[in-house]
């Protein structure tokens, strides 16, 4: 059996590796915001945030399937610090917005960095990510303003989401996912 050698980094690479343990982290941080609002009785906002936390992880497992395509080493990282306490339920989905819009900045830097580094078969994988990125911040946007408009009535905010969820296809065109996709 042939083991993979480890390959010589490129900074590209280096923060593909981080993309992974970002996206893991973000996958558990929307476990963690699932959880809330399943304990606090709320199912469809639930249900979001459980749909959020397999996309991610299907985000980091297609970053690792397309290491793996290019014959480069991979490890799969522990996450990075989860939180769980919150007071109200705009709190969780600030949290939300300002996770999508640092994926989205981690994004760009990857983007910019394979083309700095001519690595077009870089670039072109970071395209869908970044395309991702702007649907991901506009959807949490929009749950966010939807939110602050229920002025605390909850049920507003959970009719909407059962409404608005009908025919939600997910991640169209996503690079393939090591394992398969969830």
Same mark, same amino acid.
């Given at each position: 059996?042939?083991?993979?050698?480890?390959?010589?980094?490129?900074?590209?690479?280096?923060?593909?590796?981080?993309?992974?343990?970002?996206?893991?982290?973000?996958?558990?941080?929307?476990?963690?915001? &699932?959880?809330?609002? @399943?304990?606090?009785?709320?199912? %469809?906002?639930?249900?979001? #945030?459980?749909?959020?936390?397999? $996309? +991610?992880?299907?985000?980091?497992?297609?970053?690792?399937?397309?290491?793996?395509?290019?014959?480069?080493?991979?490890?799969?990282?522990?996450?990075?610090?989860?939180?769980?306490?919150?007071?109200?339920?705009?709190?969780?989905?600030?949290?939300?917005?300002?996770?999508?819009?640092?994926?989205?900045?981690?994004?760009?830097?990857?983007?910019?960095? &394979?083309?700095?580094? @001519?690595?077009?078969?870089?670039? %072109?994988?970071?395209?869908? #990510?970044?395309?991702?990125?702007? $649907? +991901?911040?506009?959807?949490?946007?929009?749950?966010?303003?939807?939110?602050?408009?229920?002025?605390?009535?909850?049920?507003?905010?959970?009719?909407?989401?059962?409404?608005?969820?009908?025919?939600?296809?997910?991640?169209?065109?996503?690079?393939?996912?090591?394992?398969?996709?969830?």
């Amino acid at each position: 059996m042939a083991i993979k050698r480890k390959e010589p980094c490129s900074k590209f690479h280096e923060l593909l590796q981080q993309q992974i343990q970002n996206e893991f982290t973000a996958s558990q941080q929307y476990v963690a915001l &699932a959880v809330w609002f @399943d304990n606090s009785d709320l199912p %469809q906002l639930a249900k979001f #945030f459980y749909r959020q936390a397999v $996309e +991610e992880r299907n985000h980091a497992l297609a970053i690792t399937r397309y290491l793996m395509d290019i014959d480069h080493h991979v490890e799969i990282p522990g996450t990075g610090e989860v939180r769980n306490d919150f007071n109200e339920v705009t709190e969780l989905v600030e949290l939300a917005l300002e996770q999508e819009k640092g994926v989205t900045a981690d994004f760009r830097i990857l983007a910019k960095t &394979a083309r700095e580094q @001519d690595d077009y078969q870089g670039e %072109q994988f970071v395209q869908w #990510f970044l395309k991702e990125q702007i $649907e +991901e911040v506009s959807k949490m946007t929009t749950l966010l303003n939807v939110v602050r408009r229920a002025n605390g009535n909850l049920f507003d905010v959970e009719n909407w989401l059962a409404r608005e969820a009908a025919g939600d296809d997910g991640d169209s065109g996503m690079p393939p996912v090591a394992g398969g996709k969830l």
